[in-house]
């Protein structure tokens, strides 16, 4: 199986950049090539904003960009807008139609 | 374009069986794409708890695979969860989910709008 692990929190300035991390630790099986990003702002369900590490879906804007390096994947978000504010959660395909998602981390724009 | 709705009872009573159903519309469940159940405990991360294949092939997550299960009807395009023995820690908000096979969608592209379940006599 799969663990991932995000930083509980970070905040930027409204036009600076922030990055979350997303470790995984693996025991078996699995792609951390599946790996997927999600939104979710108080009381709506997640929408996905990167998948594959780095892919786009259509409507995302280009300031959300994805990249991982080993058995690290993140999440840019360059140019903070004052919407971006929310968690973000990073999930992968860990084995058997199975997958796991990070513990979410809390984007604050200050 | 797809969508997902979940339907069932907002509040269960401990270990009794709490039961929910996605209606999809927009999109056979037939077409291909394995369906999901995602929950949110307060305050909390999502976690999956299992999906399924239209063809009855059901995956659950280990840590909740004993208690847990997924079906599917064909006939009204919908997907059922069933957790058994319920207590405090399933109160959560259970969503519904559209992920494509491992290597061809990897992602959950499609969510119900999430329907809160409150575990308490």
């Known amino acids: 199986q799969s663990a991932l692990t995000q930083p509980r929190s970070v905040s930027g300035s409204l036009g600076q950049s922030v990055t979350i991390s997303c470790t995984e630790s693996?025991?078996?099986?699995?792609?951390?090539?599946?790996i997927s990003w999600y939104q979710q702002h108080p009381g709506k369900a997640p929408k996905v904003i990167i998948y594959?590490?780095?892919k786009r879906p259509s409507g995302v804007p280009d300031r959300f960009s994805g990249s991982k390096s080993g058995n690290t994947a993140s999440l840019t978000i360059s140019g903070l807008q004052a919407e971006d504010e929310g968690d973000y959660y990073c999930?992968?395909?860990?084995?058997?139609?199975?997958?796991?998602f990070g513990g979410g981390t809390k984007v604050t724009v200050i | 374009q797809v969508e997902l709705q979940e339907s069932g009872p907002g509040l269960v009573k401990p270990s009794e069986t709490l039961s929910l159903t996605c209606s999809v519309s927009?999109?056979?469940?037939?077409?291909?794409?394995?369906w999901g159940w995602i929950r949110q405990s307060p305050g909390e991360g999502l976690e999956l708890l299992g999906s399924?294949?239209?063809?009855?092939?059901?995956y659950y997550n280990p840590s909740v695979k004993s208690r847990v299960t997924i079906s599917v009807d064909t006939s009204k395009n919908q997907f059922s969860l069933k957790v058994k023995s319920v207590t405090a820690a399933d109160t959560a908000v259970y969503y519904c989910?559209?992920?494509?096979?491992?290597?061809?969608?990897?992602?959950?592209?499609?969510w119900g709008q999430g329907s809160l379940v409150t575990v308490s006599s």
């Open positions: 989910s559209r992920v494509g096979p491992p290597g061809s969608v990897n992602y959950f592209d499609s």
């Open positions: 927009g999109y056979s469940i037939t077409s291909g794409y394995y």
């Open positions: 399924i294949y239209h063809r009855g092939n059901a």
């Open positions: 693996r025991t078996k099986g699995g792609s951390y090539n599946f």
């Open positions: 594959d590490v780095k």
């Open positions: 999930c992968s395909y860990a084995d058997d139609y199975i997958w796991v």
